[in-house]
């Protein structure tokens, strides 16, 4: 029951072809690994590039809103002192009119 060399030299022979194999297998994942990492290495560059210019845009609507805030105060405020004259104007024409009624009432009355 002992190895004859030839047999042992056969068994190694199998052993490096089979380790040989294993190598290459290894050696093509490992290639595929590292595609795989450029490439989600370029993506997240295209995501970086897309958040900074997100956050471009966002502090653009910022600035947007800021305004637009501005803008509907002093509309809101200048309604108001609006309706203040309005009401001011109707107010001094009636008071207006009703004192000159009083004049030809007052004058039609002396006579």
């Known amino acids: 029951m002992t190895i ?40 997240s560059e295209k995501l970086s590039e897309r958040v900074e210019k997100l956050s471009g845009d966002v502090e653009k609507l910022s600035g947007d809103v800021e305004k637009l805030t501005f803008k509907f105060d002093t509309s809101q405020t200048i309604g108001e002192r609006l309706e203040r004259l309005a009401t ?24």
């Open 4 to 43: 004859s060399t030839e047999e042992r030299l056969e068994r190694v022979e199998r052993l490096v072809e089979a380790n040989s194999q294993a190598i290459a297998r290894l050696t093509q994942q490992q290639e595929e690994v590292l595609r795989r990492i450029d490439r989600l290495s370029e993506d």
């Open 88 to 111: 001011s104007l109707i107010a001094g024409a009636t008071i207006s009119i009703i004192a000159g009624v009083i004049l030809v009432l007052l004058r039609e009355g002396s006579r």
